[in-house]
């Protein structure tokens, strides 16, 4: 498969076809894992909070649409990779092709947003492992504070944060989902056998609790599928670059995940109806099963912390590349290549490759110590990023899940309209050959809703934002 990856502003390299597409080792069905173990994570737990401030009918639509919009971004994104040479897909260099003087403000936004997100992980975690210690009958001074326990899931997701391929960590995304699995057996089993009379209130099934309510849910609903930040590293490590398959990852990861939310979320919310809390593990009383679901939490968040450093990671490799090359679209396109070619384990011989690989190595190990060192000392120091979170997640999240994939589809498609920029785009993509002057119907569908995806990110943006500034003003 051969792609045009040049800027669209600028020539290519000299030497900019000594550089080869990358081609990936892994599967469909790791990349399904992964980014379904990133969009599962511990917001399940507040979807029957989420669904009482909307009731029943409002609450499943709007988990249905949030699920959508968040496909919709994926798939977009999918098509967006095939205009990078195969193996190179990343916001970074899909912005240096449509909008270049804004590279580095998309890749900090992504990597500000990732950290925080695995910081709230292990903050999670120094909340939660005490609570599971003392069922057990560990009350040592030590045991029941929270430092010795981000300390300890410190040793465990550090290690896991220097691997390199997503797929590497398709083993732990497993143990997480089937940690997942158990959290929904446990709610459902509870809705059938656990008798809630006295700690129940009203169900409403068509009535919003209020307008502000239902504004407040929206950004659980809207989150709760953020996974973007790994697709591309995802479709970079898959051999096949097809539509078909990007259906496939679409529908496999999204869509579970959907169901997931709804069947917690119905199912808590008519447990406990109108009484429910932000937490619907912390409803039920004292049981070993409770305390089981408790654990499978911690493992939850404990494995879901590796796939937020590693868009992290790139993201700051990015910026990294963008200083060393003084912000020249030429250099920075061939120097983040060939970057990437040493990620993949494809390196060739170059004259000037011995610098990169040797540069490559040093920022792998230098920026993930800064990363993991920073979490450790963040989630020590704060107690709550709730303010932090809110803000970063309706900004970083909506730009990722949203905004950018909406703007670049949008771009390339009136790029190759006009300029036919990639020969090979239409029968990659599509499966079938068309002339350069044919602008298909599917194009024109493809970029409305590449616009309708832009404006309604730009929409959650402003509503979620300005609920967080009356909220957290």
């Not at 992964?34 to 979807?47: D, E, F, K």
Request: aromatic share 12%; with cysteine.
């Amino acid at each position: 498969m051969s792609h045009s990856y040049h800027s669209l502003d600028a020539p290519p390299p000299a030497d900019a076809e000594s550089i080869p597409p990358i081609r990936g080792k892994s599967t469909d069905g790791a990349a399904i894992i992964n980014l379904l173990n990133t969009i599962v994570g511990a917001g399940i737990l507040a979807m029957p909070f989420a669904i009482k401030q909307n009731g029943i009918v409002l609450g499943v639509a709007t988990i249905s649409f949030s699920a959508l919009a968040a496909g919709m971004g994926l798939y977009l994104q999918g098509l967006c990779s095939l205009f990078v040479r195969d193996g190179h897909a990343s916001f970074f260099q899909l912005s240096q092709k449509t909008y270049p003087s804004l590279s580095v403000i998309f890749d900090l936004a992504i990597a500000i947003k990732c950290f925080g997100v695995g910081v709230s992980y292990l903050i999670i975690l120094g909340d939660l492992m005490p609570q599971i210690a003392n069922s057990f009958g560990i009350t040592h001074s030590v045991a029941a504070t929270r430092s010795f326990w981000i300390l300890i899931s410190f040793f465990i997701v550090g290690p896991l944060s220097f691997l390199k391929h997503l797929d590497s960590l398709k083993y732990t995304s497993v143990i997480a989902l089937v940690a997942v699995g158990y959290l929904v057996v446990i709610v459902i089993y509870q809705f059938f056998f656990f008798d809630s009379s006295e700690h129940k209130g009203n169900v409403n099934i068509v009535q919003p609790q209020s307008l502000a309510a239902v504004l407040k849910a929206l950004p659980v609903f809207i989150f709760a599928f953020t996974c973007h930040q790994n697709m591309f590293s995802s479709l970079n490590e898959i051999p096949v670059k097809k539509e078909a398959n990007f259906r496939k990852i679409v529908t496999f990861s999204i869509g579970p995940a959907a169901i997931v939310y709804i069947m917690v979320g119905l199912a808590g919310y008519l447990t406990f109806g109108d009484k429910v809390g932000g937490n619907i593990i912390a409803m039920y009383p004292y049981s070993i099963k409770i305390v089981i679901g408790q654990i499978a939490i911690a493992i939850l968040v404990l494995f879901s912390y590796p796939l937020q450093c590693h868009p992290c990671r790139a993201s700051i490799r990015n910026i990294i590349n963008w200083i060393k090359t003084r912000n020249s679209i030429e250099n920075i396109n061939e120097y983040a290549e060939l970057e990437e070619e040493v990620e993949q384990g494809e390196v060739h011989s170059h004259d000037h490759d011995s610098e990169i690989i040797h540069d490559h190595h040093s920022h792998h190990l230098l920026i993930t110590s800064v990363i993991v060192a920073l979490s450790l000392i963040t989630a020590l120091k704060v107690h709550s990023l709730e303010v932090m979170l809110a803000f970063v997640g309706s900004t970083g999240s909506t730009s990722i899940s949203f905004i950018l994939p909406g703007l670049f589809t949008y771009k390339l498609l009136t790029l190759q309209r006009d300029q036919f920029i990639n020969p090979s785009f239409h029968e990659n993509f599509y499966g079938v050959k068309t002339l350069d002057s044919q602008f298909s119907i599917r194009d024109q569908i493809l970029r409305a809703a590449a616009i309708f995806l832009f404006f309604w990110g730009l929409l959650v943006l402003v509503v979620c934002l300005g609920i967080n500034i009356v909220t957290f003003g």
